[in-house]
């Protein structure tokens, strides 16, 4: 199980876990309603510490992350942000999706396509629903 040390966990992360679990976006509570239960047949967690980043969305058995970001993230400092910390998690080994708050609640079939397709190649034995 990937995930972050107790340390980090207990002094900084899961109080912002929590909270964001409580409290999510309109396009991330979407997303997660569509991911929850194994509706893609494939176990997703919504909000999970790896490392010292936060993912929205990552189903561990097959190494994806599922971002959904906001108007923030067109900011040019927010986009810089978020080039690295994909890399780095990228470096871990996961494969980073992301997607904006409009696509996930405008066009959630192409969302939910897109993140099956990648679910049939990085998941073994996976069966789309």
């Known amino acids: 199980m990937f995930t972050t ?3 980090r966990w207990k002094t900084s992360l899961k109080a912002y876990t929590q909270h964001n679990r409580k409290h999510p976006t309109p396009a991330e509570n979407h997303l997660w309603q569509e991911l929850r ?5 494939a176990p997703f ?3 999970h510490a790896i490392e010292s980043f936060i993912v929205d969305f990552v189903c ?5 992350i599922v971002e959904v970001d906001g108007s923030i993230h067109g900011d040019e400092s927010q ?5 690295g910390r994909t890399h ?15 696509e996930v609640l ?4 192409k969302v939910l396509k897109t993140i099956a397709e990648h679910l049939a190649v ?3 034995n996976y069966e789309p629903r």
């Not at 986009?79 to 080039?83: C, I, K, Q, T, V």
């Not at 780095?88 to 997607?99: A, H, S």
């Not at 405008?106 to 079939?109: A, D, E, F």
């Open 5 to 7: 040390d107790a340390k």
């Open 37 to 41: 239960g194994n509706k893609l047949n």
């Open 45 to 47: 967690r919504r909000q």
């Open 60 to 64: 561990l058995a097959a190494w994806l």
């Open 79 to 83: 986009a810089e942000y978020d080039g």
């Open 88 to 102: 780095e998690l990228q470096e871990y080994g996961f494969l980073v999706l992301r997607f904006t708050n409009e």
């Open 106 to 109: 405008h066009n959630t079939p």
């Open 122 to 124: 990085l998941y073994p």
